[in-house]
Structures are given as C-alpha cells and as structure tokens.
C-alpha cells in the first residue's frame, strides 16, 4: 500500500445525492483493495492510474480545516464515507485513517452515510454511535432522527457469484452477520444490491430471496443496475467469457453504451418496489 498526500479531501456535491442523501464525499483510500470486478472506479480515471491502491495520509489533518471551516458556517450535511472506495479495507487495521477521520467527523457534529462491504466497521461502533446521537442533520433531512446511516452493499447473495466478482471481498454471508450486530445496536441500516448483476443475479426468484433477506435483517433496500465503461468494462467482459461465456451476446446487446437500458432499468425499479411491498421493506432510506 502506497502511502500518499493529498490536496483535497472533503468532495461537495453541487446537489445533494437523491439516494444516499449525502452532501459531502470523502474517501480516505484511492483505489479498493477488495477488486470487485464490477466496481466503477475501475472504468474512471483513477482506475487506469498505474500506481494504484493508497492511504491517503492527510486525510485528517485536511478533514479536520475542512469541517471546522464548514461547521463554522452550520453547513451540515451527510458525508458518504465512502463513495469511492472502501473505508474499512484491511489496510485499514493498520493505517486507522477511517477511524482518525470518524473522531473528527464526531467533533464537528456532521452526520455520515457509511457504505461499506466490511465487518470491520464493528470496530468504529462506538464512534459511529456518538456521531447518531449528536450529529446536526440538515434542516429537511430532521425527519430521518439519527446521524448515522450504515448501507451494505451487495451484488448476490450467492457466495460462487461473489466469489467470481467480489474476489477480495468479505463474503455475502459474514456483510448480513455484521448487519444483525449493527442493528443490536439500533443503527438505521440498509442493505444495497448495487449493482445487481444482468442474467447472473438479477433472476425474479433472486431477487425475491434477496429482498425477504433484507425484510428480515434490515431498514431499506436499493436496488440499482450495472454500469459499465472503459477498461472496467473490458475486464468484466474478460470475466464473462471464463465463466459465463453464454452471456456475451446478451450483455453485448444490453451494453451497447455504458448504461443498461432505460427499459432494462425501469423494468429493475419496478419489480424492486413490488418485492419492497411484498416483504415488508422500504425502498430507499425514506
Ligand atoms: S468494495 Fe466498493 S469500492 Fe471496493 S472494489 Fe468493490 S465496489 Fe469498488
């Protein structure tokens, strides 16, 4: 793991994410040590970088001038930590840059949206349960009454198809053990099947499965389609004819840009809110 300085650390968005509600972004890692071959950085800029996987150092110092400033003038607002890689990767055992930044994000009173596919997020419980408690939410998120959302995301729940596309991943099974201790806890929690993945884990029957499961151990669901593009989208290709070579054809049809097809996406969005009704789950956090 390369250790690296950064300028910036703290992303505002121009508006504010309509799904995960976060105002902020903040990505303590460049890169993700799990590799999902799905993940989209892998197709962005960042992804054909060379050097590859870092810590990003700073990244409290900088989050530290960066809130102290912004809280000054109450501009408070959810962070997603993390929208670009994985907060709470093994490196992070040992770098502990998550954490440093959470003790900040705790101080300054900013509330947190964690995305995460790791049980390692069990450790920061504690930091995580202040930053609930305490957080200043923004005025017409109040209804939402807590200052820490945590979403686990999924592509399957299958652990052969994890294991093909989430090489490095923690398995399906120990992300839905880590949800029930979280939600011991009380946190407000959601799982995420983003992406779900076309002809391979997207089937009716799967996502009926997926979605009881969520019913059972979780607050809100999403459910979102794959996006592919650049070298991301050729090394997912390379994946498909290994092991689901039958597929090509179809996803060439489906892909002919970088998106899925509206109808594909709208047919998904649908079914998604039957099955959310069905099992007794809201559909997205509120
Ligand atoms: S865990 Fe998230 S950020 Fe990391 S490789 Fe997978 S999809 Fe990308």
């Known amino acids: 793991m390369r250790e690296v300085f950064t300028k910036t650390i703290l992303n505002k968005h121009k508006k ?10 903040l990505n303590p890692y460049q890169l993700c040590e799990f590799n999902c071959i799905y993940c989209y950085i892998k197709g962005s800029r960042y992804g054909e970088k060379k050097d590859k996987l870092a810590v990003k150092i700073n990244a409290p110092t900088l989050l530290e001038k960066e809130l102290y400033r912004r809280a000054k003038k109450k501009e408070y ?3 997603a930590l993390s929208s670009a890689t994985e907060p709470w990767m093994e490196a992070e055992r040992r770098y502990r840059v998550t954490r440093k930044c959470l003790e900040i994000i705790a101080r300054y009173k900013f509330p947190v949206h964690c995305l995460t596919k790791s049980p390692l997020i069990l450790r920061d419980l504690d930091l995580l349960c202040e930053i609930n408690e305490n957080a200043v939410l923004p005025s017409d998120l109040g209804e939402l009454g807590c200052g820490s959302l945590i979403t686990f995301s999924f592509s399957t729940l299958d652990e052969k198809i994890a ?11 120990d992300r839905l053990k880590t949800i029930e201790k979280i939600k011991d806890y009380g946190f407000y929690c959601g799982i995420a099947y983003i992406p779900v993945l076309p002809f391979i884990s997207d089937h009716n029957e799967q996502l009926d499965e997926m979605i009881r499961v969520a019913g059972e151990l979780a607050d809100y669901v999403f459910v979102g389609a794959l996006t592919l593009h650049g070298v991301g989208k050729q090394l997912y290709f390379r994946v498909l004819e290994k092991h689901f070579p039958e597929l090509i054809p179809k996803y060439e049809r489906l892909y002919k840009f970088n998106q899925s097809s509206r109808e594909y996406q709208k047919k998904l969005e649908k079914l998604a809110i ?13």
């Not at 504010?16 to 972004?25: A, G, I, K, P, Q």
């Open 274 to 286: 039957e099955l959310c009704k069905k099992h007794g789950v809201k559909y997205m956090i509120r």
């Open 77 to 79: 607002g959810f962070i």
């Open 163 to 173: 294991k093909i596309f989430e090489p490095n991943a923690p398995r399906p099974i």
């Open 16 to 25: 504010r994410d309509s799904w995960f509600l976060d105002d902020y972004s």
